[in-house]
């Protein structure tokens, strides 16, 4: 097994934002776990349910503009002005 620089241990929301920091910079690591997992389980445990936030409100940090849960309501066709599903943050 290989040494990277940095391990990241969970990889929701925000170890995968850490993740695309790091790749932008080219900075070796890896990441623990399964990608938004723990969201998608609670978005197919049934009925609709959000988060605590607008859309809008969400901000997880980007390496780059345009990557942010509001870029990606826009194409999608997402209200970002309304309660945030949890199935679409996990999407």
Request: aromatic share 14%; with cysteine; proline share 7%.
């Amino acid at each position: 097994m290989r040494r990277v620089a940095v391990a990241i241990i969970g990889a929701g929301p925000y170890g995968l934002s850490l993740a695309a920091h790091l790749a932008a910079r080219n900075v070796e690591h890896r990441i623990f776990g399964s990608p938004m997992r723990f969201w998608s389980d609670v978005a197919e445990a049934g009925g609709e349910r959000y988060l605590r936030t607008y859309c809008f409100g969400t901000k997880i940090s980007t390496p780059d503009p345009g990557f942010s849960f509001a870029d990606y309501n826009r194409p999608h066709g997402l209200e970002t002005f309304e309660p945030c599903s949890i199935r679409d943050f996990a999407a």
